[in-house]
């Protein structure tokens, strides 16, 4: 920007006086540096807003589904004996379970080596100095050989042992190597075989070493014999891991709906949409902000932090008040949760299950809209009431189950409409967040012409006044000369 000196010879402000003619057309520029800015603050807040919904269509549409409401609960007479775990499809009844035996891992403990052995001695330094083989076989039939001679080392021996698929490690406080096999299981066993004086000189053979078989576990599953390479079962629904032998002792086992579960699901879901509702509710029925508009620079010159602090927010948090957009997701999702929905050739509604608004007259303050559980000793509002949905999981799960995908379902494919690309909103959007974003490069290139505009009036007004000021210069030049001539 060049530097402007005026009113040397006139005496004028010409700053101010310029400022002054062109304030009109900088009101104008400034209605829309405000406009924008109220406009990207409405963006902000929908673009938090959104966050909000898309959290709850997400949660919701996982609801549809069978698989969130196949809750079970499971018993067991002893556990330190089994571990069962119910999976959504495990019927519901008594079982009885007999541990037989454990898996056990194939595993080889070494005959203790001389003390000074370290795992950089070698089978020379254990007595052996020839070349040999010794192979490793696992119980389906796969061979690998590892060739030794007296320079190998015990380090070098287990890690060919590692390589061919086993589990080795030399234990040097205690001189002794350790071989098991990879997993439990008769299948998963394993043979060393070959050269038996490195075997020996290494502690391994089997005359010197001490050696547990691989084997695999058996299980009395109401009555019927399972086995299995490991202690874990899969047995319609159930999750069964053997823990202990019972020997000729049964393990009962008891499977149930978790009606706990199901209700803190229930529980869980109004939580969620009571919080989007109420947040929504009351950013609709906001006080209105009449007379407030974003801040010019100089208009926050002359304010203190917290007074413009207070100014904005008042502005913000009527961003959404009486927005139709908002409007119309509030009322789909109204209308969702107050529909009734046939079971069985039944209609039920929320209610049906205790579940109910507190009406205008009794709720809160932006709350209207909010579900509560009769019974719900959480709420100090309804907990006093008899805990109809915990009563109607109970006797009739599937019932309450059925209903709540339905509801899910509907409030999912509501959302899902709402959420829909348009030519104006993204994909997974409820506001028009395409056409926002047009009107904001509009202002801003709207901005930059009345700017444009400023600056040319004011230049033009200053050459003017620099005329002016050339004018006067000579004027003043002539007089003073006339002056000096006459007083001559």
Known sequence: MPIRLSGLNSGLDTESIIQALVSSYSVKKDKYVKAQTKLSWKQDAWK?????????YDKVGKLKYSDAWNMKTT??????????TAGGKAVNGNYSLQVERLAKTGYLTGAELDAKTTEKSTLKDLGYNGTGAISVTTAEGETKEITVDGDTTI??????????GLKANYDAKNQRIHVAASDTGAKNDFTLSGDQD????????????????????????NGAKYTSSGNSYEINGLTIEALAETGAQEVSITTKVDTEGLYNKVKDFLKDYNELINEMTKLYGADSSRGYEPLTSDEKDAMTDTQIEEWEKKIKDSLFRRDSTLSGIMTTMRMSMSKSYTVDGKSYSLSSFGIATLGILNAPKNEESAYHIDGDSDDSDTSNKADKLMSMLTTEPDTVIDFMKQLATDLYDGLHTKMRSTTLSSAYVV????????????????IAKWEQKIADMEDSYYKKFAAMESALAKLQSSSSSLGTLLGG
Request: proline residues 0%; without cysteine.
């Open 431 to 446: 506001y028009n967040d395409k056409q926002m974003a047009r009107e904001y490069s509009d202002y801003t290139t709207t």
């Open 75 to 84: 018993t067991v007479s002893d556990s330190t004996k089994v571990k069962v």
């Open 198 to 221: 490195a075997l020996k000189a290494f502690g391994l053979s089997d005359d010197v070493a001490n050696r547990v078989h691989g084997q695999d576990s058996i299980i009395h599953f």
């Open 155 to 164: 380090k070098d021996f287990v890690s060919q042992l590692n390589g061919a």
């Open 48 to 56: 938090s807003l959104n966050t909000k919904i898309y959290s709850l």
